[in-house]
């Protein structure tokens, strides 16, 4: 199974991104899968998560905010990130319940 994830960059704060993550070599229409996060110092925390049937839940921090959602058909896991703040800046990972991705850096600018 291989996860990769694209679509990290440099924002101002408010702006706007939209991450996406490619799964190859599993059965992904059956698979949970996540976004995490890792700032420096800090521990990899849970962004977002969505199940096999597209129920989903966030972490507080950014409710209102990223929503993730899922392309079966593209076996693609999208992350759209709105109203960026600069403790946003991290790390981002997706993965599914046996692998991750490689990560993708995400700053956000003041």
């Known amino acids: 199974v291989q996860l990769v994830e694209s679509g990290g960059g440099l924002v101002q704060a408010g702006g706007s991104l939209r991450l996406s993550c490619a799964a190859s070599?599993?059965?992904?229409?059956?698979?949970?899968m996540g976004w995490y996060r890792q700032a420096p110092g800090k521990q990899r925390e849970l962004v977002a998560h969505?199940?096999?049937?597209?129920?989903?839940n966030y972490a507080d921090s950014v409710k209102g905010r990223f929503t993730i959602s899922r392309d079966n058909a593209k076996n693609t896991v999208y992350l759209q990130m709105n109203s960026l703040k600069p403790g946003d800046t991290a790390v981002y990972y997706c993965a599914d319940p046996e692998h991750w991705g490689q990560g993708t850096q995400v700053t956000v600018s003041s």
């Open positions: 070599g599993s059965i992904f229409s059956l698979t949970a």
């Open positions: 969505i199940t096999s049937g597209g129920s989903t």
